[in-house]
């Protein structure tokens, strides 16, 4: 990702179907986003990429070492006008760019408890559910349970 692409991310990050299963749920600003890009693309531990088919950008990902050892926590979203199928795709590529190019040892996401698509994703990347983080997440509303799942390096080669 580079600063050209901040329009296009925040679109889709500020679209109505992926803003609700954001931890930030109000819509982001440009002044907003692009304080957040300037400060996170100067971290050597974070990865911002940009998922593209057939030349074209489709998604975004965002993979942070979090400790020692090749830990990662990521983050994704597509385009909300994506073909279908666009969002194993760009699981499969991340997850190669984090444990081969990247050399992480696991992947850890998170999921909010309503985000049934999320968490059927992560499970079908091969990732293991690792436990529920209760009323971890408040919306300014209410509480939500946030699901924790892990994904190793060598679970991942084995399931290629």
């Known amino acids: 990702m580079t600063s050209d692409d901040l329009e296009l991310?925040?679109?889709w990050r500020n679209h109505e179907e992926v803003r609700p299963y954001m931890y930030t749920q109000h819509e982001?600003?440009?002044?907003?986003?692009?304080s957040w890009f300037e400060r996170v693309s100067q971290d050597p531990n974070r990865h911002l990429l940009i998922f593209e088919g057939n030349g074209a950008p489709l998604g975004f990902i965002n993979i942070h070492q979090i400790?020692?050892?090749?830990?990662?926590?990521?983050?994704?979203?597509?385009d909300p006008a994506a073909p279908k199928g666009t969002g194993g795709k760009l699981g499969q590529a991340?997850?190669?760019?984090?444990?081969?190019?990247a050399g992480l040892h696991k992947i850890c996401g998170q999921a909010l408890i309503y985000?049934?698509?999320?968490?059927?994703?992560?499970?079908?990347?091969?990732?293991?559910q690792?436990?529920?983080?209760?009323?971890?997440?408040?919306?300014?509303?209410?509480y939500h349970n946030v699901v924790c799942f892990g994904l190793l390096a060598s679970e991942w080669q084995m399931s290629i």
Do not use: C, M, P
């Open 67 to 78: 400790a020692l050892g090749g830990i990662a926590d990521w983050g994704f979203y597509t």
């Open 9 to 11: 991310v925040l679109a």
């Open 94 to 101: 991340a997850l190669k760019y984090a444990f081969i190019h």
């Open 115 to 128: 985000n049934e698509r999320s968490i059927k994703f992560h499970l079908r990347l091969g990732f293991q």
């Open 28 to 34: 982001i600003s440009f002044s907003e986003h692009a």
């Open 130 to 142: 690792e436990g529920i983080q209760r009323d971890q997440h408040f919306d300014g509303q209410k």
